[in-house]
């Protein structure tokens, strides 16, 4: 029988602060953002942020710690299998 959920020893934290403060900890890189939606990529799959008036505060691939500022409508992840590695912010931007 096929197991349904993938085992793992990664662990991320997400903290949601009154939907206006949002915390997440394990992220690997950043993939688009706006200021009505965030996509970045973490160690259990893309995880995608939506509201108004987002804006990154802090966002360090060293430490893997990322906040955003604005009003939170909406988490979502989805699995990162479809996403090439080396297609970052910056690689968009220089193509």
């Known amino acids: 029988m096929e197991e349904l959920k993938k085992t793992t020893t990664t662990y991320q934290n ?14 690997i890189d950043v993939f688009s953002f706006d200021d009505q939606m ?10 995608t942020i939506k509201g108004e008036n987002l804006k990154i505060s802090k966002l360090s691939l060293d430490t893997s710690d990322f906040i955003v500022d604005g ?4 988490l979502t992840y989805t699995n990162s299998d479809g996403v090439k590695k080396n297609q970052s912010i910056l690689s968009k931007i220089f193509k």
Not at 14 to 27: D, M, P, S, Y
Not at 38 to 47: A, H, P, R
Not at 71 to 74: A, C, F, G, K, P
Request: glycine share 8%.
């Open 71 to 74: 009003y939170i409508n909406s």
């Open 14 to 27: 997400i903290i949601l602060e009154n939907r206006e403060k949002l915390n997440v900890t394990g992220i």
């Open 38 to 47: 965030i996509i970045i990529e973490t160690e259990l799959g893309l995880l």
